[in-house]
């Protein structure tokens, strides 16, 4: 079992309070992620569930037992961290068995869970070798290793891939992915990337200044945010917020109470000039292949980044009209809290 609970926890710096009363559940075999800005308190709230960071008021529960008080050794998790550390003298093989060496197990259970961890992340040909001689990806592969062989209640992964380029990324997304289908533990993840969050979460939760703002499935946060801040920091581009009222701007059945328009840049139809909602002049356009982000000036209502189909022959200077269909339209009141 890898249930985490906790309960109204707080983490005080002297006079400053970084962690801000936060109650969260996550449930066995569950993949959260903890996204949001720098500095609002994603990765302390991992080392608080690690024990690394001491607790200042509240619970971490796991298993149903009250860890709070107790030392990381004691917590039966395993986390891996941006940085690999791995010991460069050892092989793969004695890397990932060195927690098993120094708790006293015997050789034979060494090399058996060893062996499990390396079919698991396709390391067996690689068990001889050191870690001057494996790449980033198969380098973070074994620092996960090390923590499978341990069998823990739970992961916990520190910005694991923050180090790896592009496209070893893309790579170790996929193998994390296939672990959590392997494993089927719970796995809690921090990243400042919403791409690894959108992808592998089954939940997220979004940070900010040390509360969450809102918890939910990828699909939820993105079509279903709570409020402005959720609504601009998931989804890439982000969402347009337009501010009401605005010059120009030709829509009926806007709530009375709505202070702010939110439209997604794929949610946006492209019309002549004088159809729509609001007109506006293409300033850039930018070609990704498959698509085009067009950046359109709507005057007053300000620049909304548009993302059309890859053969569009848009091109700046050229005037359109800009539609928002009513169904995937957001809108928020002024204290920022979406209006259903």
Known sequence: MGAIELKAVEKWYGEVQVIKGVDLTINDGEFVIFVGPSGCGKSTLLRMIAGLEETSRGQVMIDGRDATAEPPSKRGLAMVFQS???????SVAENMGFSLKTAGASKAEQQEKVAEAARALRLEEYLERRPKDLSGGQRQRVAIGRSIVRDPTAFLFDEPLSNLDAALRVEMRYEIAKLHQQLKASMVY?????????TLADRIVVLSAGRIEQVGSPKQLYDHPDNLFVAQFIGSPK????????????????????????VRPEAIGIGAAGEGAIDGKVDVAEYLGADIFLIVDCGAAGKLTVRTDGESTLRPGDAVGLMFPEEKRHYFGGDGLAIR
Not at 84 to 90: D, K, N, R, T
Not at 190 to 198: I, L, P, R, Y
Not at 244 to 259: F, H, Q, S, T, V
């Open 239 to 262: 969402m347009n917020v337009i501010n009401l009222p605005a010059d120009g701007l030709r829509l009926d059945g806007m709530p009375g109470n709505a202070a702010h328009l939110g």
């Open 84 to 90: 690999y550390a791995l010991y460069p003298h050892m």
């Open 190 to 198: 921090v990243t400042h990337d919403q791409v690894e969050a959108m």
